[in-house]
Each structure stands twice: as structure tokens, then as C-alpha cells.
């Protein structure tokens, strides 16, 4: 069945530096991956796509890169803040032809001062 | 991006009680809506896609007689929870696509907590 996992629970690093957060997945040959942020007690909110033919993503301080091969999606944040902390959830299309996704854990980022 | 919220945003409620969860697509008109449950710690769990004029539909091990789903409205999903136990306390949240795109737009999330 196919699988997402996100190797991290936390991570923990110092303000200044970056942040990068792995995504795996089995079984399957996605489409496309999205990543989310999610404070405490809110919904999440997209971030950015990242589609099989292409490699890199950039949006300001975030990058996703997407190897099919490997089948694993790295999520970066350059020069990360305190603001940052937060959960980064990794998703993928439960099938290639609909909109509904299946989410991974979560990887808890605590970015500290 | 579409603009999604959600009522209430906790609720506490008797066991066995039903309890109705709104959420409202403020700026798009949303022919298909999702929820999702999620418990502390762990990953949103797909619940149901919730479709504009016809019936929902639920992913596999969801009661849809506990779940009732119900889509109105162009703007409009409800989910309610009928004869809630405990074990039904989560965190439920809905989203919807945008336009012509993948990524989705979530609601801020209903804690309901069944005593």
C-alpha cells in the first residue's frame, strides 16, 4: 500500500541556519508533492508544489527538491527565524487523477534564537 | 488562494449528543470539499470528499451514518457528528482546491472533545 513517512519528529536547530526536512515515499510514483506548515491547533497551509519533472522549487527562504528515483522530497529553509518553528507536513495525491492527499506525520521544527 | 473558515472552533459536547461542524468557502465557489480528523501527534486522516449537490464520499473504515456529510451549497459543508462518543474527540478540519490547482486551503480546525 502506498506509504509517506517523514523520518523526522523534531528537529531542532539555531536561528541563522538550515533547516532541512526528508520525505519518503513507497509504493507509489506521485504526480506531484506538496508541503504544508501547521501551527498548534491550526489547519495547514500550503507552501509549495513540486511536480515529478521538476527538480528544485524555490519561494524566498524555502526550497523543495523532488527525486523520483530516490523517491524522497528534502524541504529547506535558508537562514531560518524563530517564526519558522513550526510542523512541516509532506503530501502526495492519493491517486494522479484526483485532488485528495495523503499526509505524513509531520516533522516539528523548533528553530531557536 | 481560497479563504476557508470553520464553526465552531471547539466544542465540547455530551456523549451521545450530535454535534454539526460548518465550513464556509468565504471567496470560492467550492464544488468539492475534504475532511479531515486528525489526533494529537499524528498525520490528517481523509475522513470523506464532500461533493457540491450529491453524496459524499467516504474513505474506507468511516461510519457514514456517524459521519453525516452534507454539501448544500456551493459554499457550504457540514459534518455531523451523530451519537458522539470519546473516542470521536479529534481535531476536524476541512479544505477545498483552488481553481484550477492542487494545493489546498484548509479551515482553522474544530476541537471537539465528547465527555
Known amino acids: 500500500s502506498q506509504k509517506i513517512e517523514q523520518n523526522s519528529e523534531a528537529l531542532n536547530i539555531q536561528e541563522g541556519k538550515t533547516a532541512t526536512l526528508t520525505c519518503n515515499y513507497t509504493?507509489?510514483?506521485?504526480?506531484?508533492l506538496q508541503w504544508y506548515r501547521q501551527d498548534p491547533g491550526r489547519g495547514p497551509v500550503f507552501l509549495l508544489l513540486?511536480?515529478?519533472?521538476?527538480k528544485e522549487k524555490r519561494k524566498e527562504r524555502l526550497k523543495v527538491t523532488f527525486d523520483t528515483t530516490l523517491k524522497q522530497s528534502l524541504f529547506h529553509i535558508t537562514a531560518s527565524q524563530p517564526a519558522d518553528s513550526a510542523t512541516y507536513l509532506c503530501?502526495?495525491?492519493?491517486?494522479?487523477?484526483?485532488?485528495?492527499?495523503?499526509f505524513g506525520k509531520g516533522t516539528s521544527l523548533l528553530v531557536t534564537p | 488562494g481560497a479563504v476557508v473558515s470553520q464553526h465552531p472552533s471547539w466544542v465540547i459536547c455530551k456523549s451521545g449528543t450530535s454535534v454539526k461542524i460548518e465550513c464556509r468557502s468565504l471567496?470560492?465557489?467550492?464544488?468539492?470539499m475534504f475532511w479531515y480528523r486528525q489526533f494529537p501527534k499524528q498525520s490528517l486522516m481523509l475522513m470523506a470528499t464532500?461533493?457540491?449537490?450529491?453524496?459524499?464520499?467516504?474513505e474506507q473504515g468511516v461510519e457514514k451514518d456517524k459521519f453525516l456529510i452534507n454539501h448544500a451549497s456551493l459554499t457550504l459543508s457540514t459534518l455531523t457528528v451523530t451519537s458522539a462518543h470519546p473516542e470521536d474527540s479529534s481535531f476536524y478540519i476541512c479544505?477545498?482546491?483552488?481553481?484550477?490547482?492542487?494545493?489546498?486551503?484548509f479551515g482553522p480546525g474544530t476541537r471537539l472533545t465528547v465527555t
Open positions: 479544505s477545498t482546491t483552488g481553481w484550477g490547482s492542487y494545493e489546498q486551503y
Open positions: 509504493n507509489y510514483s506521485p504526480a506531484y
Open positions: 464532500s461533493n457540491e449537490g450529491s453524496k459524499a464520499t467516504y
Open positions: 513540486i511536480r515529478e519533472n521538476e
Open positions: 471567496d470560492f465557489q467550492a464544488t468539492t
Open positions: 503530501a502526495y495525491p492519493r491517486t494522479n487523477s484526483g485532488y485528495a492527499l495523503n
